[in-house]
């Protein structure tokens, strides 16, 4: 009995397989080696454009690969402050990862490689090379936060140091990505990680881009969502037209960019934990007053994954104006760390405005575009 229900589980197993390898689709399912249990463990995909949690009751995950390799993070929490991880990649089709227990208790468990179905050994991928290159910079950062956390509140000096260290990181990062083009996890950290951030200006993003997409990726729909993401970046950043979007508020009217021809568009990319983000809702709620109308719009969209604190905030800081939420197309679109983010679009669809790009402290630089605009 013991081996027809074997034979029976291997046999689904390859029709499933057979079934994920005929297009672009992913079956992974997670085990846990005795005395292993799931109980602890974080387990996220990555599928070259959405990461996604594993639910720990069903232990696999379904769904498409957009990149030629997709990656899986494993961690395990043995302190507040502190956590196991391991990480490998995967193939289109259907994935086993077997997760084994150590003998040595500070690295308690492992991805075992030789048991484990359509994975790729992180190191293969240039992942240890990686993790070597930027190890200093993290342990400063990680350092200096766990130590100073309690004061960041009271203290901005600290705060700024904290931020500096971590900004230390993502340079780094670009260096290896430069040094180290040809590797894949080099493509991966552009893809997922520094094209999220405001270390390179957007022309210089699109040169790294160059140097690191080969022939062999760049036909990949994770490969082009990156060069559309940059090209966004560029466009925005240079008076170039702002990306398309279809949304629907929070009052169920459907709201299409192509169709406010007619007005001028300011959009917010925000977040009720984000701190500066709520510092600017009076200046945005006073320029709202003043010119909402028939030749000015205000769009917020929210990156709050919890309803209740994006409705509270609302309410907390009277923003009566168009409001998106549970839809980040758009700051998918536009790589949207860091927030807040600001753009003022014109009646031809043009960027005119971006505060990624421009400091302007209490909104003087818009309020003057906004005046000469619309001579209020």
């Known amino acids: ?30 085990a846990f080696t005795a005395p292993l249990k799931s109980n602890g463990f974080s387990i996220t995909v990555h599928d070259g454009i959405l990461e996604h949690k ?34 490998a990649f995967f193939r289109k089709g259907s994935t086993e990862v077997h997760l084994s227990p150590l003998s040595d208790i500070k690295e308690y468990y492992t991805i075992d490689e030789k048991t484990s ?105 994770a490969a082009i969502h990156l060069h559309n993401i940059i090209q966004n970046k560029i466009n925005v950043s240079s008076n170039g037209k702002f990306p398309d979007f279809s949304v629907t508020d929070i009052n169920n009217n459907k709201i299409e960019l192509s169709k406010l021809g007619g007005k001028y568009v300011l959009v917010q990319l925000w977040a ?28 917020s969209f929210s990156l709050d994954k919890d309803s209740s604190a994006f409705r509270k905030a609302l309410e907390k800081h009277s923003m009566n104006w168009t409001q998106i939420f549970g839809d980040n197309r758009l700051g998918e679109a536009l ?24 400091r302007d402290v209490d909104f003087i630089l818009l309020r003057e575009i906004l005046s000469e605009r619309l001579g209020k």
């Open 1 to 30: 009995m013991k081996h027809f229900l074997q034979h029976t589980a291997g046999i689904l197993f390859l029709l499933v397989s057979l079934s994920a390898a005929a297009n672009d689709s992913v079956y992974i399912k997670f």
């Open 54 to 87: 594993i639910n720990p009751d069903t232990l696999s995950w379904r769904g498409e690969l957009f990149a030629p390799f997709g990656y899986i993070a494993i961690g395990y929490k043995t302190s507040d402050t502190s956590s196991i991880m391991r990480y």
């Open 117 to 221: 179905i359509n994975t790729i050994p992180y190191k293969e991928m240039g992942g240890e090379m990686f993790q070597s290159f930027i190890k200093e910079k993290e342990e400063a950062f990680f350092a200096f936060y766990f130590r100073n956390k309690n004061i960041f509140g009271s203290n901005q000096d600290t705060l700024q140091k904290a931020f500096a260290l971590g900004d230390s990181i993502g340079y780094k990062k670009i260096a290896f990505i430069r040094q180290y083009p040809d590797l894949y996890i080099s493509f991966w950290t552009l893809l997922t990680e520094s094209v999220h951030s405001i270390f390179l200006k957007p022309d210089s993003l699109m040169q790294l881009y160059k140097d690191v997409v080969s022939a062999d990726y760049k036909d990949s729909k």
């Open 272 to 299: 009720s934990w984000c701190s500066p983000c709520v510092q600017e809702m009076p200046g945005l709620k006073a320029i709202n007053d003043k010119y909402n109308g028939a030749d000015f719009t205000l769009i």
């Open 335 to 358: 790589a949207f760390y860091p927030i807040p983010q600001l753009y003022l679009v014109d009646k031809t669809g043009h960027t005119i405005y971006n505060n990624t790009i421009t």
